[in-house]
């Protein structure tokens, strides 16, 4: 059974908005820190957000191409990872995955694939000009 399931993506013009979501299990979705990655035809993957459970609130990153056009976020009460993606561009145009790392590393390291243990199928999404 997949622990990571993503949905929400799609085809949109650019301007537009799309809201990704993950549905994760329960033992996933309580992993120190989740996040949102994306891969483009002949690109490597790369990381867009990701948020960490703080003692003060969610603690988040973001790729500076994305910088106040996403937000991620979590619905602890349902188990629900999301990527609210707004002014959408071409260059967004990719598959994106949700990932999580159930052991601690740093805020520096929240957006390196590599360090990200369980991935989710990805769900593809298609902005045209």
């Known amino acids: 059974q997949a622990q990571l399931v993503e949905s929400g993506g799609g085809s949109v013009r650019a301007g537009g908005s799309l809201r990704l979501s993950c549905g994760a299990s329960?033992?996933?979705?309580?992993?120190?820190?989740m996040g949102w990655f994306r891969q483009a035809p002949g690109k490597e993957r790369e990381g867009v957000a990701a948020?960490?459970?703080?003692?003060?609130?969610?603690?988040?990153t973001y790729a500076d191409s994305v910088k106040g056009r996403f937000t991620i976020s979590k619905d602890y009460a349902k188990n629900t990872l999301y990527l609210q993606m707004n002014s959408l561009k071409p260059e967004d145009t990719a598959m994106y995955y949700c990932?999580?790392?159930?052991?601690?590393?740093?805020?520096?390291?929240?957006?390196?694939?590599?360090?990200?243990?369980?991935w989710g199928q990805g769900t593809q999404v298609t902005v045209s000009s």
């Open positions: 948020i960490c459970r703080g003692d003060s609130g969610d603690i988040t």
């Open positions: 990932a999580a790392r159930r052991d601690y590393m740093t805020i520096a390291q929240a957006l390196v694939p590599g360090d990200y243990n369980s």
């Open positions: 329960a033992n996933i979705f309580s992993s120190y820190w």
